[in-house]
């Protein structure tokens, strides 16, 4: 079945240091890969998205790479800073014939100052 | 411009019981869908409503029922509550298929 598999499940970075979340989807015929930042007691806030006509896309200090062939996708993120301390999801979307988001289990995201 | 918003944002009901969460959509989106995140966990696509009817269905029990009205607001109904239900429920929005899908705070639920 469709499923969504992210890595690693805990990172932890000094203050300006880069941070990479990978994820590995299964169903190929995936079109849409959002990102959502999760903060303690709130709900999923969108932080990048890509689709599967780009290979990269980037916006300030984050970004994110497609690799359709290999069905993964991955989030950058550069210069972190302590308040990206956050769990980060990956998911992935059929945008012509689904109605759901498979998200990836989570990166829980340390930034260390 | 609103976002996502949910009601309430915290509740606790007893084992048995039922639970009505409510959510509006973002402005100008006319799609809603309902998840569940358990703690720790990613969330998990309960189902979707478009035009008032259920499009599309994940995995749970018919114990979780929904509905979406002419303004596009949507209630999540969870009836005969087990323990296992504890947890955020998570209500997100799109326009159309295929447009970017914001979430709103969710409403936690604790049941005892």
């Known amino acids: 079945g469709e499923n969504v598999e992210q890595h690693p499940s805990t990172l932890s970075v000094q203050e300006g240091d880069s941070a990479v979340i990978k994820c590995t989807y299964s169903d190929s015929a995936s079109n849409y890969f959002p990102w959502y930042k999760q903060e303690l007691g709130k709900g999923p806030q969108l932080i990048i998205d890509i689709r599967s006509n780009v290979g990269e896309k980037k916006d300030q200090r984050i970004a994110v790479t497609l690799n359709k062939t290999a069905k993964h996708f991955s989030l950058h993120i550069t210069e972190t800073q302590p308040e990206d301390s956050a769990v980060y999801f990956c998911?992935?979307?059929?945008?012509?014939?689904?109605?759901?988001?498979?998200f990836g289990s989570g990166t829980r995201l340390l930034v260390r100052p | 411009d609103a976002g996502v918003t949910q009601s309430p944002t915290h509740l606790i009901k007893t084992r048995g019981q039922q639970v009505t969460l409510r959510c509006s959509p973002k402005?100008?989106?006319?799609?809603v869908s309902w998840y569940q995140q358990a703690l720790g966990q990613g969330p998990q696509f309960i189902f979707q409503y478009y035009e008032e009817e259920e499009r599309q269905r994940g995995n749970f029990p018919d114990r979780f029922s929904g509905h979406q009205f002419p303004n596009y607001s949507s209630e999540l109904n969870v009836n005969a509550l087990l323990l296992g239900d504890s947890a955020l429920y998570l209500c997100?929005?799109?326009?159309?298929?295929?447009?970017?899908?914001?979430f709103g705070e969710g409403s936690w639920l604790t049941v005892v």
């Open positions: 997100a929005s799109s326009s159309g298929q295929g447009n970017t899908i914001y």
């Open positions: 998911a992935a979307f059929r945008m012509d014939s689904s109605y759901k988001l498979i």
């Open positions: 402005s100008g989106h006319d799609t």
